[in-house]
């Protein structure tokens, strides 16, 4: 059983940075694949970045490569979505999520999610 709780969403302006927090419960962090995911209002959950559990796996959406980083800390069972230059268009609820196995685009392959954090950017 793994518990998310992520933490560092607010409101901002166009092309601002944020960074988000996932602290994970449970003394085999490393074994998980982790992921954000964001939902939209009236849009699909979608995939942002994921990271394997050593972290020599990362997977980006195309319209967050170059300007979103996704980075982990295994000795503080934390992922972090750094993100910069942020858009209008990124506005959404920000999730967090684990699962074992590879890194996932589908939301279906990921067994534990977090309770969401809201991003808004305004132009």
């Known amino acids: 059983q793994v518990q998310l709780v992520e933490s560092g969403g607010g409101l901002v302006e166009a092309g601002d940075s944020l960074r988000l927090s996932c602290a994970a419960s449970?003394?085999?962090?490393?074994?998980?694949?982790m992921a954000w995911f964001r939902q939209a209002p009236g849009k699909d959950r979608e995939l942002v970045a994921g990271?394997?559990?050593?972290?020599?796996?990362?997977k980006y959406a195309a319209s967050v490569k170059g300007r979103f980083t996704i980075t982990r800390d295994n000795g503080k069972n934390t992922v972090y979505l750094q993100m910069n230059s942020l858009k209008p268009e990124d506005t959404a609820v920000y999730y967090c999520a684990a699962h074992l196995g590879a890194v996932a685009t589908h939301r279906d392959e990921y067994e534990y999610w977090g309770q969401g954090t809201q991003v808004t950017v305004s132009s």
């Open positions: 990271i394997s559990g050593s972290g020599g796996g990362i």
């Open positions: 449970g003394r085999t962090f490393s074994v998980y694949v």
